[in-house]
């Protein structure tokens, strides 16, 4: 029976939970019923959020267009290389971060460059002007509220002057992350309705019946969680060790850089449990995104590649920035007592 509900012919819920429940499992490799890896309690979600109807977000979001060409991406790479998915899967992870994270990471550290070589010109600058506003504070007599005020707008006026002069302000090097975070949401949403079977079929197979199959080592279902928690012990561990080299090559952290740096490792640290219950091939792509992103930070430190990406030497760079990191890493963390 159907009811109209928003200009739309809808059925009852009953009617979509029983056909729900009849709904023919993905076969194994060897051709049995194959029952669903994932837990009572992520089946139960994937079928609240298609229950949802236009509104809910997560449905608009796995249905969204960038996720629908992320897919297509993943398809193409699949059908063009002929390699198992667990491959195609780090094949174009490699590539994304390759061909679109590392030159902006690059642009980033060297728009980071510029303000630190500005650092001395902007102090000079705040010197001077903290002497002009008190003798005008005096002569004037200010209160000590507005002559910190008339500081703070002056100040801000010149250094925004300077970025401009030099063309690097700080608010271009966070372009990175305006690009790099939507494109994991797109990836790993994507690897989810692929392993959902939310996703058409290929070539008249279905991609979760392929994943199914074309994982390798310890996880060959990537439809399937890492009952090893091997996978997701390692995301953690890779997003701590980014997480270290940042935090090692900064000397004097202001607080608010001590309490990000505190947040992204709790952050990286809860990680562990969450990769734990999401399919294997989401995981691994978080695994192989996690290594390009640690791969990428170690090229950055070095001095031949900053040259050729023509990033401006700056007083904290160093000449031996991979033994200094190993000094640093085994001062901290293995002679510390």
């Not at 089946?43 to 267009?65: C, N």
């Not at 734990?276 to 390009?292: D, E, K, N, Q, R």
Request: charged content about 15%; hydrophobic content about 45%.
């Amino acid at each position: 029976m159907l009811c109209r509900l928003g200009g739309r012919w809808l059925r009852p819920l009953p009617v979509l939970q029983h056909r729900a429940r009849d709904r023919p499992l993905a076969p194994t490799s060897t051709g049995g019923v194959k029952h669903s890896a994932l837990p009572v309690w992520a089946v139960a979600s994937v079928s609240a959020v298609g229950s949802g109807g236009p509104g809910s977000w997560y449905e608009a979001l796995a249905t969204s267009a960038p996720v629908h060409g992320t897919e297509e991406v993943l398809l193409g790479v699949h059908t063009a290389t002929g390699l198992p998915w667990w491959a195609c899967i780090g094949l174009t992870t490699v590539a994304l971060r390759g061909a679109v994270t590392l030159p902006l990471a690059a642009y980033q550290h060297y728009i980071l460059a510029k303000v630190e070589n500005l650092q001395p010109e902007i102090k000079n600058i705040a010197r001077h002007l903290n002497q002009e506003v008190a003798v005008r504070a005096n002569q004037l007599r200010w209160s000590k509220r507005v002559a910190r005020l008339t500081y703070l707008k002056n100040m801000r006026r010149l250094v925004s002057e300077l970025y401009v002069r030099d063309n690097c302000h700080p608010f271009k090097a966070t372009v990175l992350v305006w690009i790099q975070f939507p494109m994991w949401i797109f990836m790993s949403v994507a690897l989810r309705n692929f392993s959902t079977g939310a996703t058409h079929s290929e070539a008249g197979f279905s991609v979760q019946e392929q994943l199914a199959t074309d994982g390798i080592l310890w996880f060959p279902d990537l439809t399937a969680l890492d009952s090893t928690w091997i996978l997701p012990i390692s995301v953690g561990i890779i997003n701590l060790l980014i997480v270290e080299i940042f935090a090692l090559q900064k000397i004097g952290m202001s607080r608010f850089q001590t309490y990000i740096t505190y947040f992204v490792r709790a952050v990286s640290v809860l990680m562990i449990p969450v990769a734990a219950t999401i399919p294997s091939s989401i995981v691994l792509y978080w695994l192989c995104s996690s290594l390009m992103g640690l791969s990428q930070n170690l090229l950055l430190r070095s001095p031949r590649f900053r040259q050729l990406c023509r990033i401006p030497l700056t007083k904290s760079d160093s000449g031996t920035p991979y033994k200094d990191l190993f000094a640093a890493f085994y001062a901290k963390f293995i002679s510390k007592k």
